[in-house]
């Protein structure tokens, strides 16, 4: 059944918490994904209209857009091969069941930010009209793990998108590197990768030259400047979910 997630064909052993830092010498001994399963995920995020520029190969991940994140040992969705943007973008959204409870997980290398995470998860269980609810668990089973991962220089944070109805399984935070930031900075990081694993894509991805274009949430189009799913401003970006932000994920949840 590809609907489990757990799906044993798919998992690879594969240390997810490896980032870009893989490629040196001094990794840890990690088995890559296999060849074929990283040329399926490839074919995947291609099939979903990013360009093959815009891939970055990570090792153990492709990295889309700075920090969205499609793990090679990724479940793929099963689709018939056509590229369908709007589907898809339909279709990734986590099902009203799981949006109603996504369990998060906190990794003890991120513990020490419990009070951002709490922030974050606040922001989204408050938005009026809309059953999305992120509920803190102890440990398994959950939907979604935050781990803290050196992403290299410039990059807060990565999520991942939902796939099978499921949210995004993973948030890795660049702990060291946003520390300096102020809390509402630090809370905002971990709040727009949340918004990733729920679908969102960047709100300013036009202005970033981000392809393909993100497709607007219905009765919520246009820019917005005071969104929190604006991308490329850590550290100076909106702290809290903007009215649009809110309206978009009543609208979607
Ligand atoms: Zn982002």
New binding site residues.
């Given amino acids: 059944m590809i609907k489990n997630l757990k799906n044993v064909a798919y998992i690879a052993l594969v240390a997810l918490a490896i980032s870009s830092c893989s490629k040196t010498k001094d990794a840890p001994a990690v088995e890559e994904p296999k060849q074929e399963q990283s040329d399926k995920v490839l074919n995947y995020i291609k099939s979903l209209g990013f360009p093959a520029s815009s891939i970055v190969d990570l090792g153990t991940e492709y990295m889309v857009?700075?920090?969205?994140s499609f793990p090679k040992d990724m479940e793929v969705p099963v689709t018939d091969g056509t590229p369908k943007l709007e589907q898809y973008y339909t279709g990734t959204l986590v099902s009203p069941a799981n949006a109603a409870n996504i369990k998060v997980f906190v990794d003890p290398s991120m513990t020490s930010m419990n009070a951002e995470i709490t922030n974050a998860i606040a922001q989204w269980n408050a938005v009026a009209g809309s059953a999305l609810h992120f509920t803190l668990v102890a440990g398994a089973p959950y939907d979604i793990k935050i781990i803290n991962a050196n992403l290299g220089n410039g990059v807060c944070?990565?999520?991942t998108f939902p796939t099978g109805g499921k949210a995004g399984n993973l948030i890795r935070i660049n702990k060291a590197y946003i520390a300096a930031n102020s809390f509402a900075q630090r809370a905002r990081t971990i709040c727009?990768?949340f918004?990733?694993n729920i679908s969102?894509?960047?709100t300013n991805w036009a202005a970033l030259g981000e392809s393909p274009a993100g497709i607007n949430v219905p009765g919520v189009p246009g820019t917005d400047a005071a969104s929190i799913?604006n991308?490329?401003q850590c550290g100076s970006g909106a702290t809290v979910l903007s009215a649009k932000d809110k309206a978009a994920t009543a609208a979607l949840y």
Avoid at 65 to 68: L, V
């Fill in positions: 857009e700075e920090d969205i944070g990565a999520g727009h990768e918004g990733h969102f894509r960047h799913m991308g490329g």
